[in-house]
């Protein structure tokens, strides 16, 4: 098992910054990929950015340019750094954790933390 705590979210005005951090302990050398995914009220999960071991990292259209997945294999932990926020950012986001050799990827999840941006 791979157990996820995120910290790190809070109350931001539009165009302000946060920083998710995301640590992860247990059988950590099962997961070789881990992420952010955010659910906003009334919509479905959708994933934000994803980085594997190696450091290959993608993200969502929504936030290129905007938000950083970083991670730091000393820690154990996986940061999202993010920019110019907006409204629609609002979510709550969760960190999760898999195998690229797995379907579906990503199988254990934090228990996520609240982003709320302010126009």
């Known amino acids: 098992q791979v157990r996820l705590v995120e910290s790190g979210g809070g109350l931001v005005q539009t165009g302000g910054s946060l920083r998710l951090s995301c640590a992860a302990s247990g059988s950590i050398y099962s997961i070789n990929a881990m992420g952010w995914y955010r659910q906003a009220p009334g919509k479905q999960r959708e994933l934000v950015a994803t980085?594997?071991?190696?450091?290959?990292?993608d993200y969502a259209d929504s936030v290129k340019g905007r938000f950083t997945i970083s991670r730091d294999n000393a820690k154990n932990t996986v940061y999202l750094q993010m920019n110019s926020l907006k409204p629609e950012d609002t979510a709550v986001y969760y960190c999760s954790a898999g195998s690229l050799a797995a379907t579906p990827i990503f199988k254990y999840w934090g228990q996520g933390t609240q982003v709320t941006v302010s126009s």
């Open positions: 980085i594997t071991n190696s450091g290959s990292s």
